[in-house]
């Protein structure tokens, strides 16, 4: 993989599990065990990176615990604490119409119906009933419900999400 490749952050490394080098995972997917659907991460922490590849992994409740290869004591476990686990945006898998990743849309700019420029997706957030856009702009921050009320476009190639969303909400 090339240093131009996109990663994406999709959890990070809460402490460890045992003696035999497991470690306890906080994955910010939508199914705790996603993150074994990817065989290597990357792990950055403090400007460091480290290609690790999964030995074995299970989820207990909401948490995922793994084991790397090479990683077989409790100290060695230990020292990636901390790390942020990233994945290659290239190896996610192909979304269905109207499906978006969340690391698609940050960034992206958010324009109403009226094409006045809101802002940029800083953020998503879930509250249980949907996801929600956290944009941040001239006007302010902006919370937007992402559904089809008030989504009206997703413009991937240029970036942009055009919204049924006034100044005065």
């Not at 994955?27 to 074995?56: C, F, H, M």
């Not at 902006?142 to 999400?161: A, C, G, M, N, R």
């Amino acid at each position: 993989m090339t240093n131009t490749q996109q990663w994406v952050a999709m959890g990070y490394i809460k402490g460890v599990f045992g003696v035999k080098g497991w470690l306890k995972i906080a994955a910010n997917t939508e199914y705790t065990d996603s993150l074994l659907d990817y065989p290597q991460w990357q792990l950055r922490k403090d400007g460091k990176t480290l290609t690790v590849s999964i030995e074995a992994g299970k989820a207990v409740g909401d948490e995922l615990q793994v084991k790397f290869e090479g990683i077989d004591d409790r100290d060695h476990a230990f020292s990636l604490r901390g790390y942020t686990i990233e994945i290659p945006r290239s190896e996610f898998a192909p979304t269905e119409e109207d499906e978006f990743y969340w690391a698609d849309l940050v960034g992206m700019t958010v324009t109403n119906r009226e094409a006045l420029i809101l802002g940029t997706v800083k953020n998503l957030m879930e509250t249980g009933a949907n996801d929600v856009l956290v944009i941040d702009g001239e006007y302010g921050q902006k919370l937007i419900p992402f559904v089809s009320q008030y989504i009206q476009h997703v413009d991937t190639e240029q970036q942009i999400i055009t919204v049924d969303w006034g100044l005065d909400y």
